[in-house]
């Protein structure tokens, strides 16, 4: 039963609504000032307080301020929209204006009781995702696991550009909104953006801005991507693939913490931290002039590197039951487990693909098993699958993939290339990456 306190010095208001909200199933305390709640011990012990705003010497803003967790819904006798909106904006949940209608005033502590409640609800599961894994949802109890979380938590809460390296799928997005939600800017945005996904004519657009007019098409001004992240953090994934012209762009607005429009001749004032990564080798790319050293060494501040999952098989096994629940409840299916001989072949497997293609493999095998134990057929890895002809029909696919690209990526845009795959860019690029076929680097 639900725990309420009333500090009212009316007695007759406070003795109706005890009365009132008791038959109503609640379990319910008077008193008449915040000394005497304060005398019974804690407010924190209550599930939920409904003070006056006028209390003896003293105002029902004290009382939100001793409350710490624990709800505070203010009454107030004056329907004072000032009193109350202050009240509000200190962390009351609601208010009530005297006199108020007893239905009104049950509606309104029932709503904040759920509310509470929901709050400690999600809480509590945080706090098991959390002890469960030690950095938001990242599964891994390796030793190189390990450091990387040792690093994030170091890290996070600096405001230090940080620079993620690692293959294609091995967790470098989760890795940087982790730091983002461990950092003071976790209440403001976090902006992810894939650079390779954006057609090199596009991103300086995109990343930094327009002006009306700038470019042909540019109908109206826009605020870019980077002064969208102003006050949280801006997450460039795959930073590599950024055009000269761009890392130029980005550079400045690192060294001088302002931005200038494409077509706009004022700057702004922007305050964002940078999480970059990549799967490519950035001194290789700064030595064959492909990335500005410069921008290289703003960037590389604080490196955490994700290793493969070749690197940590010991991962593996936790990884692959964590993707089976997590396919499950995305996929409304009852709970599964993963057969001996699935267990098996996930483990001896060498996913080139890294966490992404176990998590794809999981979610297909999810999909293709008929009872609820995931075997070696549904996953259908290539070489494992019990049916050859399984194999060989993914391998043409590859191959298809493989020769349309090929043909076609010298005289089609990326964008042409992946509409005529029927696929979206990023799936164009991520599929470029997996089958080792990088798309070949624009001139200028
Ligand atoms: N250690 C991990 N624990 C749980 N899930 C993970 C882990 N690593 C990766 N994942 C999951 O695998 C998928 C791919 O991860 P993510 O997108 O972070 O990889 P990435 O390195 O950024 O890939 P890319 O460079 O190709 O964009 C996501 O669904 C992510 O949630």
Known sequence: MADV???EDESIIRDAVARYLERHGLSVKGVESLEAALAEGPLGNHDLILADMRLPGRSGLEVIAEAGATPVIIMTSYASIDSAVEAMRKGAVDYVAKPFDNEELRLTVERALREHALQRQNAALKAQVNADYPVDGIVGRSGPMKQVFERVHRVAPTDTTVLILGESGTGKELVARAL???SERRDGPLIAVNCAAIPDTLIEAELFGHEKGAFTGADRTRE???EAASGGTLFLDEIAELPPAAQARLLRVMQ???IRRVGASQSRHVDV?????THRDLPKLVEAEAFREDLYFRINVMEIRLPPLRN???DIPELARFMLNKACRRLNRPAMTLGDDALAAITAHDWPGNVRELENTIERAVILADNDTVSVEDLALPGTSRDPDNANADLSLEEYFRAFVR???GHLTETELARRLGISRKALWQKRQRL??????QAG
């Open 180 to 182: 983002h939600d461990r």
């Open 436 to 441: 080792g076929l990088p798309r070949p680097r």
């Open 273 to 277: 931290r940078l999480i970059a990564a």
């Open 5 to 7: 306190l009333i500090i």
């Open 256 to 258: 001088e913490s302002e």
């Open 224 to 226: 870019g991507l980077i």
């Open 312 to 314: 940590r098989p010991d």
């Open 407 to 409: 043909t076609h990526e």
